[in-house]
């Protein structure tokens, strides 16, 4: 399985692609298979991601989880500060001011 992420060009934050937007939820990330290439080529194009790129990952029940450990630390957040981590589905989690 291979999916997306990138920084969301207004505020920095990690986004990970959806098939047909950006979310802030490594669990809504679709597979891409050999598009990967094309969308982020498209979706640089359009301003809507900076840095974008390809993530090795596996298929969970919860969704996918990305092989490398340094992706997984940008899909759920702080390693030293639990509280300030991501949840999965979080409401608030776009609500911060930059």
Known sequence: MRILTG??????AVIWWTGHDWSLHVED????????EAVLAA???ARRVNGGYI????A???????AHIKDRIRALGPTVRPDLTL???DPTAGDWVI
């Open 7 to 12: 920084n969301d060009l207004k505020s920095g």
């Open 29 to 36: 990330a679709v597979d891409v298979g050999e598009h990967g």
């Open 43 to 45: 979706e640089d194009g």
């Open 55 to 58: 993530v090795d990952a596996e």
């Open 60 to 66: 969970t029940p919860e969704g996918p989880r990305p």
């Open 87 to 89: 949840k999965p589905a």
